[in-house]
């Protein structure tokens, strides 16, 4: 008999990150047709304060696809660790990462002391290359 696709807090982790992918994907599609919709449903009437309203809303549309598709790339990620059985566990240092922080954050991939060293050397990283380093 198949689970239902309902809400529960007790979901477990791949569970929530399909429901999460599911939710992205609808983001997703919302925002695409937001952007190349701007401008299609001209009147004719050619008023500048309208321009700029489209052109923040299709800005607006274009961050918001850009944040769900990076979301929707770790949420995909974290449904492949979840596959391959490596769910959990950190990137760095191969500990199981608490899971009051994967409650917090599904797509979690280090655990939290792992995590700060990673950002800080991420953040000295972009300070002193300009360069990202992933993840
Ligand atoms: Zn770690």
Redesign the pocket.
Known sequence: MPLPATTSPLRSPAARLLARRAELRVLIDTAAAVAAGVGEQGSGVFDLKDVAAEDSRARIANAALTRAAGELAQVNAALLRVHEGSYGV??????D?DERRLAAVPTAR??T??RAVHERLATASRRTTGLRVAG
């Not at 950190?90 to 500990?95: I, Q, V």
């Open positions: 950190c990137d760095a240092c191969g500990d990462i280090f655990c002391g792992c």
